[in-house]
C-alpha cells in the first residue's frame, strides 16, 4: 500500500510538474514564472546590476570603455563608429530589450502572437495601414547609403549579442509574465521603431467628421466656424519674416467642394478617437543677446504619453569624430535628442496635415478595380496573416490598395480599432514614402559643428515632420518646421476627397530648401509648440488645424521679457502653469456669473473670483476652470456637432472659436440648444447652466469643495503606467500642475517626456536634464522610475558631458571594457 501511494504521489507531482512547465493557451508556464532559480525572483535588483566588467564579444572591430555615472548613463567611448553603435544597441538591449520588442510588435502587427486575441484589431489596423510595408521598403530604398547600412548593421549587432547571452533566467520580466523569448533583432526592426513614431506623431485625420460637417451645414457654417488660421496666434516664423525664394507653382483648387464631395457611406461608430492637438512640445532657444554668458542657451521639453519603461533612454557616445550626449530611442541607434561640444538641437511636433482619404469607386464586389481619371485601374492586393497565440489557425485579411494608398476598411463595426477610418475610403498618408533616411538626419546633426551642419542634416528627414531648433557656440540659433511636405491646393485634405479626380492627389512636395525656417531673429530667440508654423504670407498651405496658441503666446511673451537668461530661467519657463486661457475668457464669464447675486454667495465662484490663473498642483481654482470649459464647450456644441453620433460624428470648432463668439458675438445661433425646442437659450443661460453642471459634476465624484479633495493634482492625477499596461509596474497619482493648454503641459496620461536645457560654451557645454522614469527598464531596478519624484518637482539633473574616458568625477560608479572575443 505505501508504494501505491508513493507512485501515485510520484505520478501526480511528475504530471504537476508537466503542467507547470507548459503554457496553458495563453497562460505562460507557472513553474518557470515562479521558479526560484529562473523565474522572476531572478529580476530582482539592488545594485547598478551593470554589464561584466570585462566583456569579450564578436563583431567589435577594437577596444571599447564604457562608464557608468550616478544615474546608470552609459558614457560610450570607441575607436570607430561600428563600434560605438554596436556598443549602443548592445547597452540598450541590456537595459530596454522587452520595451524595444513590444514597441516593433505593435508597428508590424504581430502583438496577438504574445498576448493572444485582444491585440487583434490593433494589429490588423497597424498591417492595414503599411507600416510594416513601409519599414520594407524604407530599408530596401536606403540600402544605397553606405552608412546607413553599416549603422544599422553595427546596431543590430550589438542587440544581438545582447540577446545571444540571454538564457530563461536573465530574460526580463515581461517575457516571463507573457511567455515569450525575444527575437533577433535586425535593421528592418529598427526602421519599425521610426515608424511607430511616424504613426503616434502624424497618424491622425480630421478629413471624415469635417465632411459630415459640410454635409449637413455647407461651405460658409464651415469657414465661418472652422477657419484656416486662428484669430490669436504666434506662429513659429515670426510675423513679418521674409520668405527668401521663389515658390513652386501650387495649382488652383479644383471647383469649390461641396456636400456632395464629401464622406456619403454610413459607418457604426463607438467611442471614436481623434486627433488631440491640445498636447504637443515646447523648445525655444534664447541668442547670445539675451543670456547671461552672451552665447545661446536652448531648451526642448517633448510631451508624449508618459510610460514606464521610458520612452528615451540617455547616452554620451564618443568616437575620434563625435562627441555627443542626450536622449535616445530604445531600438534606434544615434541621439535623437541632445548636444556636443559645439552645438545643441531639439524637436517638437510640426502636426501639419500629412493624412488624406479618398472615397473609392470600386468598379464590383471583388474590388480588383477602381475608377480613377475617366478609366478603370487595377487594385494592388496582399494577403496579410496572422498568427494569435491560443488560436490553432492563423487568420487572414487580405488588403486592397489603390494608387493612393490602402482602404483601411471595407466593413463598418464596432470592433474596428480606429473609429475615425472612413470605411470603403483610401488612406494617402506620407509615411508611406520610402525616399528618405531618417536616421541619417540625427546621424549628421550628432556631429554637426555649425548652422551649415544642422541645415545639411535637415535634407536627410523625411516623417514625422519636426520643428528643429537649433543652437550654436558661434552664436547662431535657428528653427525650421522640417520635413517631407506635401504641395497641396487651399483646404486640400480638410475634407474627404474624391479618388477618381486626379486634381485631388498630392500635387508633389514642398522643396525642403523652402520649409519656413528663421535664422537668428531680430527678436533674439526662436520657439515652437506645436502652433502654426508660420502666418498665411507662407505660400503654401500645410493645413488647417494646429495645437491652440496659448503655450506659444505664453513661452513668447517669457521670452520677449527676458533679458541675461540662465539655464534656471528656461527651466523655470519649462515649468510655468500660468492660464493663458483663463486670463483671456474668465472675466468674460464671471461677469455674466457677476449678474446673478445668488451666484457670487458660491463658493466655487469665489474660489474662481480669487484665483492666481496659475494651474499650480493644490490649487483649486484649475479644477473649478478646467471642468467648466470642458462642460460650457459641450453645452454649446455638443447638440450641432455630435462627436458620437452613430452615422456621422464630428468635431467642435475650435476653443479659441469658441471665444471669439463668447467675447464678440454673444447672439450667435450656436449658443441656442436645439434640443429644447421650447426655450431659445443665449450665451448667459449656457454660461450658468454649465457652470452649475460643473459643480455638480466634481461635487459627485470628489465631494464637497475643498481643498484637499478639489486639489488640481488630485482631480488631474497623473499616472506613468506600464508600456504593456502590466498592474504594479506604474506610478499613479503623481503630484504635480500643468494641464493641456499649459507651457507645463502635464495631464492624467501625457507630459513632459524628457526636458533638456543646453547652455552653450566656446569651451565646454553645461546642460541639464531628465525624463519622467529611469534608465532601467527592470521594475525591480532602483533606476526604473528614480528620476520621476524629481521631474514632478520641475527640477533637472546636471549631465556629467565627460571629454574623454580618462576623465575623473566623483559621480562615476562603475567601468566596463569590451574586447573582441
Same mark, same amino acid.
Given at each position: 500500500?505505501?508504494?501505491?501511494?508513493?507512485?501515485?504521489?510520484?505520478?501526480?507531482?511528475?504530471?504537476?510538474?508537466?503542467?507547470?512547465?507548459?503554457?496553458?493557451?495563453?497562460?505562460?508556464?507557472?513553474?518557470?514564472?515562479?521558479?526560484?532559480?529562473?523565474?522572476?525572483?531572478?529580476?530582482?535588483?539592488?545594485?547598478?546590476?551593470?554589464?561584466?566588467? @570585462?566583456?569579450?564579444?564578436?563583431?567589435?572591430?577594437?577596444?571599447?570603455?564604457?562608464?557608468?555615472?550616478?544615474?546608470?548613463?552609459?558614457?560610450?567611448?570607441?575607436?570607430?563608429?561600428?563600434?560605438?553603435?554596436?556598443?549602443?544597441?548592445?547597452? /540598450?538591449?541590456?537595459?530596454?530589450?522587452?520595451?524595444?520588442?513590444?514597441?516593433?510588435?505593435?508597428?508590424?502587427?504581430?502583438?496577438?502572437?504574445?498576448?493572444?486575441?485582444?491585440?487583434?484589431?490593433?494589429?490588423?489596423?497597424?498591417?492595414?495601414?503599411?507600416?510594416?510595408?513601409?519599414?520594407?521598403?524604407?530599408?530596401?530604398?536606403?540600402?544605397?547609403?553606405?552608412?546607413?547600412?553599416?549603422?544599422?548593421?553595427?546596431?543590430?549587432?550589438?542587440?544581438?549579442?545582447?540577446?545571444?547571452?540571454?538564457?530563461?533566467? @536573465?530574460?526580463?520580466?515581461?517575457?516571463?509574465?507573457?511567455?515569450?523569448?525575444?527575437?533577433?533583432?535586425?535593421?528592418?526592426?529598427?526602421?519599425?521603431? /521610426?515608424? @511607430? /513614431?511616424?504613426?503616434?506623431?502624424?497618424?491622425?485625420?480630421?478629413?471624415?467628421?469635417?465632411?459630415?460637417?459640410?454635409?449637413?451645414?455647407?461651405?460658409?457654417?464651415?469657414? %465661418?466656424?472652422?477657419?484656416?488660421?486662428?484669430?490669436?496666434?504666434?506662429?513659429?516664423?515670426?510675423?513679418?519674416?521674409?520668405?527668401?525664394?521663389?515658390?513652386?507653382?501650387?495649382?488652383?483648387?479644383?471647383?469649390?467642394?461641396?456636400?456632395?464631395?464629401?464622406?456619403?457611406?454610413?459607418?457604426?461608430?463607438?467611442?471614436?478617437?481623434?486627433?488631440?492637438?491640445?498636447?504637443?512640445?515646447?523648445?525655444?532657444?534664447?541668442?547670445?543677446?539675451?543670456?547671461?554668458?552672451?552665447?545661446?542657451?536652448?531648451?526642448?521639453?517633448?510631451?508624449?504619453?508618459?510610460?514606464?519603461?521610458?520612452?528615451?533612454?540617455? /547616452?554620451?557616445?564618443?568616437?575620434?569624430?563625435?562627441?555627443?550626449?542626450?536622449?535616445?530611442?530604445?531600438?534606434?541607434?544615434?541621439?535623437?535628442?541632445?548636444?556636443?561640444?559645439?552645438?545643441?538641437?531639439?524637436?517638437?511636433?510640426?502636426?501639419?496635415?500629412?493624412?488624406?482619404?479618398?472615397?473609392?469607386?470600386?468598379?464590383?464586389?471583388?474590388?480588383?478595380?477602381?475608377?480613377?481619371?475617366?478609366?478603370?485601374?487595377?487594385?494592388?492586393?496582399?494577403?496579410?496573416?496572422?498568427?494569435?497565440?491560443?488560436?490553432?489557425?492563423?487568420?487572414?485579411?487580405?488588403?486592397?490598395?489603390?494608387?493612393?494608398?490602402?482602404?483601411?476598411?471595407?466593413?463598418?463595426?464596432?470592433?474596428?480599432?480606429?473609429?475615425?477610418?472612413?470605411?470603403?475610403?483610401?488612406?494617402?498618408?506620407?509615411?508611406?514614402?520610402?525616399?528618405?533616411?531618417?536616421?541619417?538626419?540625427?546621424?549628421?546633426?550628432?556631429?554637426?559643428?555649425?548652422?551649415?551642419?544642422?541645415?545639411?542634416?535637415?535634407?536627410?528627414?523625411?516623417?514625422?515632420?519636426?520643428?528643429?531648433?537649433?543652437?550654436?557656440?558661434?552664436?547662431?540659433?535657428?528653427?525650421?518646421?522640417?520635413?517631407?511636405?506635401?504641395?497641396?491646393?487651399?483646404?486640400?485634405?480638410?475634407?474627404?476627397?474624391?479618388?477618381?479626380?486626379?486634381?485631388?492627389?498630392?500635387?508633389?512636395?514642398?522643396?525642403?530648401?523652402?520649409?519656413?525656417?528663421?535664422?537668428?531673429?531680430?527678436?533674439?530667440?526662436?520657439?515652437?509648440?506645436?502652433?502654426?508654423?508660420?502666418?498665411?504670407?507662407?505660400?503654401?498651405?500645410?493645413?488647417?488645424?494646429?495645437?491652440?496658441?496659448?503655450?506659444?503666446?505664453?513661452?513668447?511673451?517669457?521670452?520677449?521679457?527676458?533679458?541675461?537668461?540662465?539655464? %534656471?530661467?528656461?527651466?523655470?519657463?519649462?515649468?510655468?502653469?500660468?492660464?493663458?486661457?483663463?486670463?483671456?475668457?474668465?472675466?468674460?464669464?464671471?461677469?455674466?456669473?457677476?449678474?446673478?447675486?445668488?451666484?457670487?454667495?458660491?463658493?466655487?465662484?469665489?474660489?474662481?473670483?480669487?484665483?492666481?490663473?496659475?494651474? %499650480?498642483?493644490?490649487?483649486?481654482?484649475?479644477?473649478?476652470?478646467?471642468?467648466?470649459?470642458?462642460?460650457?464647450?459641450?453645452?454649446?456644441?455638443?447638440?450641432?456637432?455630435?462627436?458620437?453620433?452613430?452615422?456621422?460624428?464630428?468635431?467642435?470648432?475650435?476653443?479659441?472659436?469658441?471665444?471669439?463668439?463668447?467675447?464678440?458675438?454673444?447672439?450667435?445661433?450656436?449658443?441656442?440648444?436645439?434640443?429644447?425646442?421650447?426655450?431659445?437659450?443665449?450665451?448667459?443661460?449656457?454660461?450658468?447652466?454649465?457652470?452649475?453642471?460643473?459643480?455638480?459634476?466634481?461635487?459627485?465624484?470628489?465631494?464637497?469643495?475643498?481643498?484637499?479633495?478639489?486639489?488640481?493634482?488630485?482631480?488631474?492625477?497623473? %499616472?506613468?503606467?506600464?508600456?504593456?499596461?502590466?498592474?504594479?509596474?506604474?506610478?499613479?497619482?503623481?503630484? @504635480?500642475?500643468?494641464?493641456?493648454?499649459?507651457?507645463?503641459?502635464?495631464?492624467?496620461?501625457?507630459?513632459?517626456?524628457?526636458?533638456?536645457?543646453?547652455?552653450?560654451?566656446?569651451?565646454?557645454?553645461?546642460?541639464?536634464?531628465?525624463?519622467?522614469?529611469?534608465?532601467?527598464?527592470?521594475?525591480?531596478?532602483?533606476?526604473?522610475?528614480?528620476?520621476?519624484?524629481?521631474?514632478?518637482?520641475?527640477?533637472?539633473?546636471?549631465?556629467?558631458?565627460?571629454?574623454?574616458?580618462?576623465?575623473?568625477?566623483?559621480?562615476?560608479?562603475?567601468?566596463?571594457?569590451?574586447?573582441?572575443?
Amino acid at each position: 500500500m505505501k508504494f501505491i501511494k508513493f507512485f501515485v504521489s510520484l505520478i501526480a507531482a511528475a504530471g504537476l510538474t508537466y503542467a507547470l512547465n507548459r503554457p496553458l493557451g495563453q497562460v505562460p508556464a507557472l513553474g518557470r514564472l515562479f521558479s526560484p532559480f529562473e523565474g522572476f525572483w531572478q529580476n530582482g535588483e539592488s545594485k547598478l546590476a551593470l554589464p561584466p566588467t @570585462n566583456l569579450q564579444l564578436e563583431c567589435v572591430e577594437d577596444e571599447v570603455n564604457v562608464v557608468f555615472d550616478d544615474n546608470r548613463v552609459p558614457h560610450v567611448f570607441a575607436k570607430n563608429d561600428h563600434d560605438v553603435y554596436f556598443t549602443q544597441g548592445y547597452l /540598450m538591449a541590456h537595459d530596454r530589450l522587452w520595451q524595444m520588442e513590444f514597441y516593433t510588435l505593435a508597428a508590424s502587427g504581430r502583438l496577438s502572437e504574445v498576448v493572444g486575441e485582444r491585440a487583434l484589431e490593433l494589429d490588423r489596423y497597424n498591417r492595414r495601414i503599411g507600416m510594416a510595408d513601409a519599414a520594407k521598403k524604407v530599408y530596401e530604398n536606403g540600402k544605397a547609403n553606405k552608412t546607413f547600412n553599416e549603422v544599422l548593421d553595427a546596431y543590430s549587432a550589438g542587440v544581438n549579442a545582447y540577446i545571444k547571452q540571454l538564457k530563461f533566467k @536573465n530574460l526580463p520580466v515581461e517575457y516571463k509574465i507573457i511567455g515569450y523569448q525575444p527575437e533577433e533583432w535586425s535593421p528592418y526592426k529598427t526602421l519599425l521603431m /521610426m515608424m @511607430n /513614431m511616424r504613426n503616434v506623431l502624424n497618424g491622425g485625420s480630421d478629413d471624415f467628421r469635417m465632411s459630415n460637417a459640410l454635409n449637413k451645414y455647407g461651405m460658409e457654417v464651415i469657414k %465661418d466656424l472652422f477657419p484656416n488660421y486662428p484669430s490669436n496666434e504666434s506662429p513659429i516664423i515670426p510675423t513679418g519674416t521674409k520668405w527668401n525664394f521663389t515658390p513652386v507653382s501650387v495649382p488652383a483648387p479644383p471647383a469649390q467642394i461641396s456636400a456632395s464631395s464629401g464622406a456619403t457611406t454610413s459607418v457604426a461608430f463607438n467611442e471614436i478617437p481623434s486627433p488631440t492637438p491640445e498636447i504637443g512640445s515646447n523648445n525655444w532657444a534664447v541668442g547670445g543677446e539675451k543670456s547671461a554668458t552672451g552665447l545661446p542657451i536652448l531648451a526642448n521639453d517633448p510631451h508624449l504619453q508618459l510610460t514606464l519603461p521610458s520612452i528615451w533612454y540617455q /547616452m554620451q557616445l564618443c568616437t575620434p569624430t563625435m562627441n555627443v550626449y542626450g536622449a535616445c530611442l530604445p531600438g534606434a541607434p544615434g541621439v535623437v535628442i541632445g548636444f556636443n561640444k559645439d552645438v545643441a538641437w531639439g524637436v517638437t511636433n510640426v502636426g501639419s496635415d500629412v493624412m488624406d482619404f479618398y472615397q473609392i469607386r470600386f468598379k464590383d464586389n471583388t474590388k480588383k478595380e477602381y475608377w480613377y481619371n475617366g478609366a478603370w485601374k487595377a487594385t494592388t492586393i496582399r494577403v496579410e496573416e496572422f498568427v494569435v497565440k491560443g488560436r490553432a489557425e492563423s487568420i487572414k485579411d487580405t488588403v486592397f490598395s489603390t494608387h493612393h494608398g490602402p482602404i483601411v476598411y471595407h466593413v463598418a463595426s464596432d470592433k474596428n480599432f480606429n473609429q475615425n477610418v472612413p470605411v470603403g475610403h483610401a488612406m494617402r498618408w506620407v509615411a508611406h514614402e520610402k525616399e528618405g533616411t531618417d536616421l541619417m538626419a540625427f546621424y549628421y546633426l550628432n556631429r554637426a559643428k555649425n548652422y551649415d551642419d544642422y541645415r545639411k542634416a535637415l535634407t536627410y528627414y523625411i516623417a514625422p515632420a519636426q520643428n528643429f531648433i537649433f543652437a550654436s557656440n558661434g552664436n547662431d540659433i535657428s528653427i525650421t518646421p522640417n520635413g517631407k511636405l506635401p504641395i497641396k491646393w487651399k483646404e486640400q485634405g480638410k475634407f474627404i476627397l474624391d479618388g477618381s479626380n486626379p486634381a485631388h492627389d498630392w500635387q508633389g512636395w514642398i522643396p525642403v530648401e523652402q520649409n519656413p525656417t528663421v535664422k537668428n531673429p531680430p527678436r533674439g530667440f526662436v520657439s515652437s509648440a506645436n502652433q502654426f508654423s508660420a502666418d498665411p504670407t507662407y505660400p503654401y498651405y500645410l493645413g488647417w488645424r494646429f495645437s491652440p496658441s496659448e503655450r506659444a503666446i505664453r513661452i513668447n511673451e517669457r521670452l520677449e521679457k527676458m533679458q541675461k537668461a540662465t539655464v %534656471d530661467s528656461l527651466r523655470m519657463l519649462q515649468n510655468d502653469n500660468f492660464n493663458v486661457e483663463a486670463r483671456r475668457v474668465l472675466p468674460v464669464l464671471m461677469k455674466i456669473l457677476n449678474e446673478d447675486s445668488a451666484e457670487t454667495k458660491n463658493p466655487a465662484y469665489q474660489t474662481l473670483a480669487k484665483w492666481n490663473l496659475r494651474n %499650480d498642483a493644490n490649487e483649486v481654482g484649475p479644477t473649478i476652470f478646467e471642468r467648466w470649459i470642458k462642460e460650457l464647450r459641450y453645452w454649446v456644441f455638443e447638440d450641432e456637432f455630435p462627436t458620437k453620433d452613430l452615422k456621422a460624428p464630428m468635431i467642435y470648432p475650435s476653443k479659441n472659436r469658441m471665444w471669439d463668439m463668447v467675447e464678440k458675438e454673444p447672439t450667435a445661433k450656436w449658443f441656442d440648444n436645439i434640443s429644447t425646442p421650447n426655450k431659445q437659450e443665449t450665451l448667459k443661460d449656457i454660461v450658468k447652466l454649465s457652470f452649475k453642471a460643473s459643480i455638480d459634476s466634481l461635487t459627485a465624484k470628489y465631494g464637497s469643495m475643498n481643498a484637499e479633495n478639489w486639489a488640481w493634482t488630485k482631480v488631474k492625477s497623473t %499616472d506613468i503606467n506600464h508600456l504593456g499596461r502590466l498592474a504594479g509596474f506604474g506610478r499613479q497619482d503623481i503630484p @504635480n500642475g500643468g494641464g493641456a493648454g499649459i507651457v507645463n503641459a502635464t495631464t492624467e496620461l501625457n507630459g513632459p517626456s524628457w526636458r533638456m536645457v543646453v547652455q552653450l560654451d566656446k569651451g565646454w557645454p553645461k546642460a541639464y536634464g531628465l525624463y519622467p522614469g529611469g534608465q532601467s527598464g527592470n521594475p525591480a531596478s532602483p533606476f526604473y522610475d528614480n528620476m520621476i519624484d524629481k521631474w514632478a518637482k520641475g527640477e533637472l539633473n546636471e549631465l556629467l558631458f565627460m571629454k574623454s574616458k580618462d576623465e575623473k568625477s566623483s559621480r562615476i560608479t562603475g567601468t566596463v571594457k569590451i574586447i573582441k572575443k
